[in-house]
């Protein structure tokens, strides 16, 4: 187990599981918008651009591990 | 070959460094400017001509969301320079970052001891140095502008509650629990303007090269129709982190220019209102006065 291979280990291990956490806490945010829509079709305009923030928000914790991935 | 993360240096004005994101940067800057000289030639009070009128558009366009998120004007007034900068410079950087040439043109340089070809251009954004010099201005000024509005003291306490736990002390028992506290979740605050710092920085950054090692790789596999749709990914990405970085700004200006809740002015206030019989349950009838 020399340097180069626990490097490449490291990188898929780091991505993978920095992406699940992102990975959920968007699907939950948009099922919620979704939801919220579905009750109230009128307020499309108004849940879109906080639910847009709201990922955003969370994929940026995605985008951290990434950049670690790249660092490596 | 996918682009490092430090932007190249493509020439040396002296000993700085000229890098291909700079190039971008510089693009972006004097295409606003000659847009704005343009734009100031021209100006009427009256009929308007076409580019003022999208210009005036635009302005009213913005005003109203940052007034949704201030609901004062005179602050939204104060804020939009700012914000508004920030989000047509993004996203404007961003989108000149997809057009054909950035990362395929290339031009020798020594890079790293090495000659080599190097990508001429390269979205702006996908440079840290640049993102981390907005995020920088943009908490700097929203503190500053903190310190302005509401007195440096009422700011100061906000993260080192010196004043909260003295008067704690003064009251005595549960309320020196409660002021060591308040002291403690200030500090904590403090350490997430460190935060939002690299949070803004490292999330501009983090989509935009992101996006460009993405579309290099994609010309590497497929270079005809496959990178197509993850082009218009981009556009995409770069309006909605163009708008991200816009709003979480506008954010941080608007809670650090709020006057704190809880102090202790406000609640001696609301006591001699009541005393003098003249608190809030007599607003809505002045006639009776």
Redo the contacts between chains.
């Keep these: 187990m020399d340097a180069e291979s626990v490097r490449i280990f490291t990188k898929g291990i780091t991505m993978a599981i920095g992406g699940i956490g992102p990975a959920i806490a968007i699907g939950l945010l948009v099922a919620k918008a979704m939801e919220a829509i579905g009750r109230n079709p009128e307020s499309s305009g108004k849940i879109f651009v906080p639910m847009?923030?709201g990922a955003?928000?969370a994929?940026?914790i995605a985008?951290?591990s990434?950049?670690v991935v790249?660092?490596l | 070959m996918i682009p490092p993360i430090a932007a190249e240096p493509i020439a040396y004005l002296g000993s700085f460094p000229i890098t291909n994101a700079l190039v971008n940067a510089w693009i972006a800057v004097v295409f606003f400017v000659v847009a704005c000289w343009f734009l100031k030639r021209r100006i009427t009070a009256g009929l308007p001509g076409k580019f003022q009128n999208f210009a005036e558009a635009v302005v009213e366009f913005f005003l109203g969301y940052v007034d949704q998120v201030t609901h004062d004007r005179a602050r939204s007034k104060r804020f939009l320079p700012l914000v508004g900068s920030f989000f047509i410079f993004i996203l404007f950087s961003n989108w000149l970052g997809q057009l054909p040439g950035t990362g395929s043109i290339t031009v020798t340089a020594l890079v790293h001891g090495s000659i080599e070809k190097v990508p001429l251009l390269r979205p702006a954004a996908s440079d840290l140095n640049l993102t981390l010099a907005m995020a920088l201005l943009s908490v700097i000024v929203s503190h500053l502008l903190g310190i302005i509005t509401i007195g440096f003291f009422k700011h100061w306490n906000r993260f080192f509650a010196v004043g909260n736990i003295i008067n704690g002390f003064k009251k005595g028992g549960i309320n020196i629990m409660v002021g060591l506290i308040e002291a403690m979740v200030g500090l904590i605050e403090f350490s997430a303007e460190i935060a939002k710092v690299l949070s803004l920085s490292l999330r501009l950054f983090g989509n935009i090269f992101a996006g460009e090692v993405l579309i290099t790789v994609l010309y590497s596999l497929v270079a005809f129709i496959l990178p197509l749709p993850f082009m218009g990914l981009e556009l995409i990405v770069g309006v909605v982190q163009a708008m991200v970085f816009a709003m979480l700004s506008l954010v941080y200006l608007t809670i650090l220019t709020e006057k704190p809740h809880g102090s202790e002015a406000e609640h001696k206030q609301d006591e001699i209102g009541e005393a003098h019989g003249t608190g809030h349950l007599h607003d809505r009838h002045p006639s009776l006065a």
């Design positions: 847009l923030l955003a928000f994929e940026a985008i951290y990434l950049v790249f660092t």
